[in-house]
């Protein structure tokens, strides 16, 4: 695995302004990191082993910042619902279900297998308040060979008698599973996970903020996903000028890398503390529409600083795939520039792609790109299929891959360097 | 071919309102029609031979109203620009190729193996200018077994000169191919089809409409996609008092069945002519997201009783598959309803799937539902690896293969009692 030279078509957004391609080209990869990108093969690589993918495009691995691993049986289901019936209905009786692990093991083998499938090379996950089967899942994450964060979800208050726990037991848990993974495993590792304000009190907040920082270890929730959410927030805690600061004045926005999901009703001054502090926004369209919740204007946040990410939320979402979500991010962008505000230009296809690569992986380190010192996750993609590849450009054969294509055009995945098998 | 007995999982919509379900039922197919659903199978009928489907779903047929058949290869191309470079860039020069029938043959078989791949069994399509192109794509069609109306292009102002043509050259090309396919095919049929006002001359509309009255002819076109084309049209037209009113005037309207395509800003004044002359709206999401145009507000069509369908509107919309489309039909109108009018109810999955099938299967006759009296157009849906059948109800297997399926769960396709078999 030290020394590796992958030959084909090379696809990658550096920035989002455009499509960085390499018709025909050699990518070197040593211990797991890219090295380099040439035309022609250097001497000094002639013996190293090489991949050809020639007429193959060699594209990074996608990343999807935020999804309910529990949720999985339930993708595409009791979508005519609003909110609040969906997750009586449908969302919290399946994750009461996670006390069992067999059970567990089921759904997260299927939940992987499908991870893998649509391409996706890291994730950051929700599991559910239980710790066993949260550990299950990390170790089969490990197993894997993807990449993820996984954090077991604390809530204490607000929730249905099955889901709802025991402050105290919910820290200590939360503590055990950090001192177990922090560093057990390169590419898995654990993340600190409050459901959402409203279901966490201030002493859940407190301590789990106590967590973040004494171990370094980052922290996802969701911000701002619909009205009626952001106006309970206000209720609970009139004490705060707005959402974000309750997160932010327990140590859960930015003090570790933290991810907030949806992010649709944010203010100005909440927007600019997440460019401040560094805090990742998970876009999640397929979720919004879905959930009627609204679009998010990425521009915005884009224009602002804010690093940002794309997110299948399942089961919000219906689909795992990140090149479809991408295609959605365009989408909703038109939509919102269209029928919302003139004053946000619609993303482009290398911005959907940046945000689904480099953007969500940045919160990995040095991955979702291949410039030289980043970690080669990568998909290599045959769209024989998709059009006429000799008259394409490199732009328009993304472009369609992104729009027509799905996962049968995927036909290897690698994470740091790593050929990654289809799980069992 | 006679009599024939299908056993499974029914699901179809009578009404727009809800599903019918059927589980573990059989259903009576005589002469290509259905004759009756039964849950337990009639003596008389018992010698009749049997195709078991047990625990698959057997559902209507996919029906879309608006495609474009020379756009096929420019499915996911040029989705970053806007409507205009985006016809001149890719549109135009694509549909200069089909004067080529050998072209024509390549890219025909290619679109007609994936709308068999995807489940659409009838179909409405523009084809190009092309008289020969034309007659070759209804003959695969008819060759194909699956139902279309195929329109060759009209077009004589405001074009490339590539594609545009003399008036009376148009009209008497497109009577060759009424009098040569009017007859020819119970399946496949003629269709008059005007580009849009702005490439039509009042002369060309009126020896179009006089097709149509002459030979009792459909006819298809688009109408209000976008602002500024309807602009265009008003400067075009200062003598009408809006876009609809044109056509209706050379009776291109509904004086014979009449699709229009997207109806994003129509008048409540143009609504009402489409009711009163039982014009059809094709509703094509995808499209209208991709090209900025807008969200057609279906309900309104609906709650003021005109007939609406599902378009894919290859390649302004980038996916054939009417599931996927009817997915992004309920997403559009959430976001109508959230972002624009909060009295425009969003749609149901019923809704969508039955806009999908009998909403637009209407236009066909008695197409896109399994009541009695109706051409039996089916799909067999294996939904085995959706989630856990004996677990979800019938309405729920539906709505997770409208999420989450693909064309890999559509096992077989039937036309009129048919099946069709891959094409070559």
Sequence with gaps: MSKIIFKGDIVFTPTKDKFQVHKNSYLVVE??????????????YKDYPLRDFTHKMIIPGFVDLHLHAPQYPNRGLGLDKEL???????TFPEESKYKDKDYAKKVYSRLIKELWKVGTTRAVVFSSIHKESTKLLMDMFIESGLGAYIGKVNMDRNTTLNLMENTEKSIVETEEIILEYRDKS???KPIITPRFVPTCTVKLMEGLGELATTYGIPVQSHLSENTSEVKWVGELHPEFSNYASVYNEYKLFGQTN????HCIY?????IKLMANNGVFAAHC?????????GIMAVRK???KGVPVGLGSDISGGNSLSISNIMAATVQASKIKWLETDKALQPLS????FFLGTKGGGSFFGKVGSFEEGYDFDALIVDDGNLGDIDELSLEERIQKFIYIGDDRNIIERYVHGKKVEEPK
């Design 31 to 44: 211990e797991g990191k890219v090295t380099g990108i040439y035309g022609e093969l250097k001497k000094e």
């Design 84 to 90: 609040i019936p969906w997750l009586e209905t449908y």
């Design 186 to 188: 390169p590419l898995v």
């Design 258 to 261: 933290t991810i907030m999901a």
């Design 266 to 270: 944010n203010t100005d001054e909440e």
């Design 285 to 293: 369209p397929y979720s919004n529409f879905n959930l009627s919740s």
């Design 301 to 303: 946040f884009l224009d």
């Design 349 to 352: 296809s290398s911005e959907a």
